[in-house]
């Protein structure tokens, strides 16, 4: 499973999963499947329409490439303008297309995706764009790498609720250590909570370190203590613990 670390305007790193190559395929396979359907209800529709007007064979040709043309043509870039980066087949596979920053793509960034379809897809019959997602670090075909962006997952699978950070347990004589703790937001204490659930799975990957050591580090910050407390794997993991501990125990 790959995930992407992605730093916000806002300094926040945020982690996301980045979809399969295979899922990527799936998601572009019912994009088709929905464009025939179309293809074919409209042509079937217009010709009827055109049949019983008793229009010649020159008009009804013209109208079917004013239509259909640029549908299959500008379908990908009109969907990911209007849903925000997803086409039906991203929506049902629950991915989208995302800035490598975390904001939204402009326009210029979906148009950039869309005039390389013709290279990565079309082209090369999918095997560049599968070449790339497959080989690059962060899952982007070569449309992606020129306007800066990326596929994430929408859910990640590693989603952490507010029910399962309850669930740490807590003790009656606990005295919290961090009392200013009360100032984050129960999102800011989930994002915590996957990012440990993560180091746990990941303990030797040194990304995952990286990522628990600046999360650990925003923290001391915010709480204003010192980040000699940490300066081992160890002991960022349990400085980070006892902070969710000290929320639950003050919030709860």
């Known amino acids: 499973m790959k995930t992407i670390s992605i730093r916000t305007s806002q300094n926040v790193t945020i982690e996301y999963e980045l979809p399969s190559t295979f899922q990527r395929i799936i998601a ?7 464009l025939i359907l179309a293809n074919s209800i409209l042509t079937f529709f217009f010709f009827s329409v055109i049949s019983i007007i008793g229009w010649s064979e020159q008009i009804q040709t013209f109208l079917t490439f004013l239509i259909l043309v640029p549908l299959w043509f500008f379908y990908s870039l009109f969907c990911e303008i209007i849903f925000n980066g997803q086409s039906i087949g991203k929506r049902a596979m629950g991915i989208r297309v995302t800035k490598l920053n975390g904001d939204i793509p402009s326009l210029s960034d979906y148009f950039m995706r869309w005039a ?7 082209f090369s019959g999918g095997s560049l764009a599968t070449l790339l997602i497959t080989g690059t670090e962060k899952g982007q075909r070569l449309g992606d790498i020129l306007a800066g962006t990326t596929v994430i997952k929408v859910k990640s699978t590693q989603h ?3 029910k399962e950070l309850l669930n740490i347990r807590s003790f009656k004589n606990y005295e919290p250590t961090y009392q200013k703790v009360t100032t984050f937001s129960e999102d800011e204490m989930l994002s915590i909570k996957t990012i440990l659930n993560r180091a746990s799975r990941f303990p030797k990957q ?3 370190y990286k990522l628990l050591q600046r999360t650990a580090i925003l923290v001391a910050k ?3 203590v010192s980040q000699e407390k940490f300066v081992s794997q160890k002991q960022t993991k349990q400085f980070l613990h006892t902070v969710l501990q000290d929320y639950i125990v003050l919030t709860r």
Not at 28 to 34: A, K, L, Q
């Open 116 to 122: 390389f379809r013709m290279v990565d897809i079309m």
């Open 160 to 162: 952490v609720n507010m």
């Open 28 to 34: 572009w396979v019912i994009d088709f499947v929905i």
């Open 222 to 224: 915010k709480l204003d």
């Open 206 to 208: 040194k990304e995952t």
